[in-house]
């Protein structure tokens, strides 16, 4: 029989990644609904601060990729009871392991499962990365303290469309000199890697097909900085044009791209961050599938449409295209026109 703790001190180390702590936010609301009178704490890199899931009473932020030394003391006097790590890395469970944390969860990768506490049970392995939703996997989990008769696909059912309330629009629009407008589109080209990239010629041309219509939609570039040349190629080509795009690349804190997103009538993305933090916004998302697998990391939210030529070739999880007769052809073979159809239908 499994015994349920009403009181616990939690702690959770959050993904590595933007997209991977977005794709864990229906984690965050169940732990919160397992755990409703416990204190909730969470810890993992500079984005977790500024992309926080409510419920947790105590949210720090890594200095690079480590804790502070006075935040590790504060953590290690603070005696949790439970802790799990959404990371697949060594280093997390090494972590839980430090802090002295009795009960420890992950996924049992990097050779790290005598780090982590488990029912002794060989027919059963923690998911990740074998063929199910990360999201889903995250959730499994939380198996030991589920209720009887309640499975982690319930509990995904449940909260796969939890949203992130977004800061007041009107406030961001005044900060970088927005006009009002019915039909925004964020574009995001950019990505972690070569091979998630749809190309900017692409884009380009998708977005001329776009603002052939009227009313004119209010185009807005977002990404993070590595992400600067494609969003700096495709303001330039526009620069001396009737086509107005703003870019903002850089310029963004997380929570604020998630407002804009929120504003806007559509977003057009790649395999990437804000892909998954249009899920957490609720707003119509135009993605692209490449090197990756669908099944596995694709955005949660509904209101999807997502460009998937599933060649032989895919997927390929390699950050750059191995094909040498054909690259990227998972990308560059998706029709400029029909992205820019999707999107028009959709504004």
Partial sequence: MKIIPTRAKVLVHAPNWVGDH???FPFYAALREIFPQSELTLIGRAWVADLAPVGFSTIIAFQGKALSAADFARLRNNNFTVGFTLSPSF????????????????FNTDMRSWLLTREKNKFRRQTYNRGEHRSLAYLRLLAPYLKAGVIAEELWEKHRNVQLTPLPIITLERKFSLKKSAARVVICPGSTAASKKYPVG???RAIETLTKRKPTPQLILMGAKIDQIECDTIAAHFANTQTHVVNLCAQTTLREAHALIASARAVVANDSGLSHIASLAGTPLVTFNGMGRREETSPLTPRKLLFDLQLACSPCFARTCPRKDFPLACLVGIAPDAVAAAVANIC
């Fill in 22 to 24: 977005a794709m864990a």
């Fill in 91 to 106: 280093r997390s469970a090494w972590l839980l392991k430090k802090l002295g944390i009795a009960k420890r969860h992950g």
């Fill in 202 to 204: 692409h884009f380009i």
